[in-house]
């Protein structure tokens, strides 16, 4: 019988999706994380009775046939993109996107990563860096005389220094692009990678074509919408239960088979 072994890969499956619903959830808290949803296909079939297969000499064809299925597997993760709700911080140096568009950051093996999570902070340099100290792309460094910071929705960062009525520019904020954000690879810190499938970062200033622009002030929360996440975590948690009911009932079919003199 294979529905032993179709219910195993019902179970298998709904145990990665238990695992990715309760990836979201732990980054409910996350800066800027986005959702992710497993996505799934049947297996292959076994064709007992071919469809559209002669069903006599004289042409006529069999309507419908026989296919029986083989379960389910993972086809993708696929990650959500949509906007996460903008929180208010009054940090100067904390820059929301709102619209499309990653911050580019110079990671330490000198690869380019991408991120949506604006909190930056000031090395000892005065250069504007993430969390863990990687450089803001293109690099900006700020006055320590500075007694102000701004930073306008076209990206433009402008410093107000001691003794000067204009403001001075101190740097350009750019954002980068892609034609499939969904393809970059996560690599853990709010951080991302450029891939094949992701397609070239297409770098410009906020505000042009395809880009959002910048909210100073401004942190971007997850997506993560908590009552979808546990009615999703119940229907998983629902089928992977009638799965295993399945193996045992396919376990009583084989002992009664076993039993039979």
């Known amino acids: 019988m294979r529905a032993m072994n179709i ?14 619903i309760s990836h979201n959830i732990a980054n409910i808290n996350t800066t800027s994380y986005k959702r992710q949803r497993a996505e ?9 009775r071919r469809p559209g297969a002669p069903s006599t000499d004289t042409g006529t064809l069999v309507p419908a046939g ?12 696929y990650r959500i993109g949509d906007q996460g ?31 949506r999570a604006g909190s930056f902070q000031l090395n000892a340099q005065g250069q504007v860096v993430t969390a863990d100290g990687f450089l803001l792309q293109p690099g900006i460094t700020i006055d320590p005389q500075a007694t102000d910071i701004a930073v306008n929705a076209s990206g433009e960062v402008l410093v107000k220094l001691p003794g000067q009525v204009e403001d001075t520019v101190a740097g350009q904020i750019t954002l980068a692009g892609f034609a499939n954000p969904a393809g970059l ?4 810190g709010n951080l991302f990678l450029q891939t094949a499938a992701s ?43 009638m799965n295993s009911k399945v193996i045992q ?4 079919m084989y002992r009664t088979v076993t039993q039979m003199r």
């Open 7 to 20: 219910a195993a890969t019902g179970m298998h499956a709904q145990q990665l999706n238990v695992e990715v």
């Open 40 to 48: 799934f296909q049947d297996l292959l079939y076994e064709n007992i």
């Open 66 to 77: 026989i296919q029986i299925g083989l379960g389910v597997k993972t086809a993708a993760v």
């Open 85 to 115: 709700s903008l929180q208010v911080t009054q940090s100067p140096l904390d820059i929301a996107i709102e619209g499309d568009g990653f911050f580019q950051i110079d990671l330490p093996d000198g690869t380019t990563g991408f991120t």
């Open 185 to 188: 690879e996560a690599i853990g």
């Open 199 to 241: 397609g070239d970062a297409n770098v410009t200033a906020p505000g042009t074509v395809g880009l959002g622009t910048v909210r100073q002030g401004f942190l971007e929360a997850s997506n993560v919408n908590v009552v979808a996440e546990l009615t999703s975590m119940i229907t998983a948690q629902r089928a992977y239960e």
């Open 249 to 252: 009932t396919t376990d009583e």
